[in-house]
Each structure stands twice: as structure tokens, then as C-alpha cells.
């Protein structure tokens, strides 16, 4: 696994400080709001875990896993593959997101969450990369952890083929693991 990594862009200590920081705005943020953290499946499962423990305050774990539908004629749709179980109509929402790319998938995610009418609705992303988002997405995170130059990253839950998610840093990989 490590032997396929080509750099290091953000090392387990970076993104350990990064999170306390955001710990300490987002404890801020939510203190008695009782928010619902709503992570997205499931890029987001190692960040999720971190993240919430630096929350210092009383909220309510819920999860989403969605997906682009498969086939030729529905490309770029999403889909809802398991939605949140919480009620949160009139709840504070903040949305948890592995990264934020071309902003179609967390487009998405937004618009379906706010119609089931939250008091608020605010997202937290570990990872923005803005040069890479498509036109007519004008959806801006609140909260970022880093944003980072266009190039496809794997590790702290993100994958290639669903592999690396493990690697406790985000990294690229070594171009010859893409010919495999
Ligand atoms: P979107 O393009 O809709 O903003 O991002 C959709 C999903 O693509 C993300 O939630 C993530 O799962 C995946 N993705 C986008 N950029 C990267 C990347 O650099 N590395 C990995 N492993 N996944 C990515
Ligand atoms: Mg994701």
C-alpha cells in the first residue's frame, strides 16, 4: 500500500491539528443546537470519526450513502441508496463530506436534505478542490479543512477501487498503479 504512494499531501499530524481547530469552531457553532451530523458513505467514515470526537458538544450521529445510477442513459444522476433516519425537520443539520470536487454529489446531498426542512443546513468538508467544480454548482462549504490543488487523492477514508481508504494521511498515487 504505502509502496504505491507517490507524495504525501497532508500527513496524519496535519490533519489531526486540522480537525482539533475545527473541533473548537464547530463546538462553538452547535453548542446547544443539538445539531445532526449527517456523514456521507462512505468516504467519509474515517474523517466521521475523528471529527465527531472533537465535538464537544450534544449532537446525533446519522448517515446517507448515495450513488450515481448506473447504466448508460442516467449518467451523473445521483440517488439516494440509504437516507438519514433521523427526523430533521426544524433540527440543525451539518452535512460531513470526505470532498468536495466537481460539487455534484454534495449538490445533491444539500438539495435533499433541505427539503425535508431543517432549521439550518451547513456543510463541513475535510477536502475542497475548487478548480475542479463544475459550472451552475454554487453550493459553498462553511467549513474546510483543506483546499488542495487538482489531483485525485486516496487515504483517510478516501479510495482507488475501493482500496487505500485505511492509509491514515492523504496522498497520490503513483501513476503506474492507474495501469494495473
Ligand atoms: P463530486 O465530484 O460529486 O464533488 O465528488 C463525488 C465523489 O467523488 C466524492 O465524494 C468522492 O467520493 C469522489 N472523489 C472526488 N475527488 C476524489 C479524489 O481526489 N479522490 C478520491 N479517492 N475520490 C474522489
Ligand atoms: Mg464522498
Given at each position: 500500500m504505502e509502496k504505491d504512494i507517490l507524495e504525501v499531501l497532508l500527513t496524519e499530524q496535519q490533519i489531526q491539528n486540522r480537525i482539533r481547530e475545527l473541533g473548537e469552531t464547530l463546538s462553538a457553532e452547535y453548542a446547544d443546537k443539538d445539531p445532526v451530523i449527517v456523514g456521507v458513505l462512505k468516504g467519509v467514515v474515517v474523517f466521521y470519526a475523528d471529527m465527531i470526537r472533537h465535538i464537544q458538544v450534544p449532537c446525533q450521529m446519522d448517515f446517507m450513502w448515495i450513488s450515481s445510477y448506473s447504466g448508460?442513459?442516467?449518467?451523473?444522476q445521483m440517488q439516494v441508496r440509504r437516507d438519514v433516519?433521523?427526523?430533521?425537520?426544524g433540527r440543525h443539520v451539518l452535512i460531513l463530506e470526505d470532498i468536495y470536487d466537481t460539487g455534484t454529489s454534495l449538490d445533491f446531498t444539500y438539495k435533499h436534505l433541505l427539503s425535508k426542512k431543517p432549521a439550518s443546513l451547513k456543510i463541513c468538508t475535510?477536502?475542497?478542490?475548487?478548480?475542479r467544480r463544475k459550472s451552475g454548482i454554487t453550493l459553498q462549504p462553511d467549513y474546510v479543512g483543506f483546499t488542495i490543488p487538482n489531483a485525485f487523492v486516496v487515504g483517510y477514508g478516501l479510495d482507488y477501487n475501493e482500496h487505500y481508504?485505511?492509509?491514515p494521511y492523504v496522498g497520490i498515487l503513483k501513476p503506474e498503479v492507474y495501469n494495473r
Amino acid at each position: 500500500m504505502e509502496k504505491d504512494i507517490l507524495e504525501v499531501l497532508l500527513t496524519e499530524q496535519q490533519i489531526q491539528n486540522r480537525i482539533r481547530e475545527l473541533g473548537e469552531t464547530l463546538s462553538a457553532e452547535y453548542a446547544d443546537k443539538d445539531p445532526v451530523i449527517v456523514g456521507v458513505l462512505k468516504g467519509v467514515v474515517v474523517f466521521y470519526a475523528d471529527m465527531i470526537r472533537h465535538i464537544q458538544v450534544p449532537c446525533q450521529m446519522d448517515f446517507m450513502w448515495i450513488s450515481s445510477y448506473s447504466g448508460t442513459t442516467t449518467t451523473g444522476q445521483m440517488q439516494v441508496r440509504r437516507d438519514v433516519s433521523a427526523n430533521i425537520e426544524g433540527r440543525h443539520v451539518l452535512i460531513l463530506e470526505d470532498i468536495y470536487d466537481t460539487g455534484t454529489s454534495l449538490d445533491f446531498t444539500y438539495k435533499h436534505l433541505l427539503s425535508k426542512k431543517p432549521a439550518s443546513l451547513k456543510i463541513c468538508t475535510l477536502l475542497d478542490k475548487p478548480e475542479r467544480r463544475k459550472s451552475g454548482i454554487t453550493l459553498q462549504p462553511d467549513y474546510v479543512g483543506f483546499t488542495i490543488p487538482n489531483a485525485f487523492v486516496v487515504g483517510y477514508g478516501l479510495d482507488y477501487n475501493e482500496h487505500y481508504r485505511n492509509l491514515p494521511y492523504v496522498g497520490i498515487l503513483k501513476p503506474e498503479v492507474y495501469n494495473r
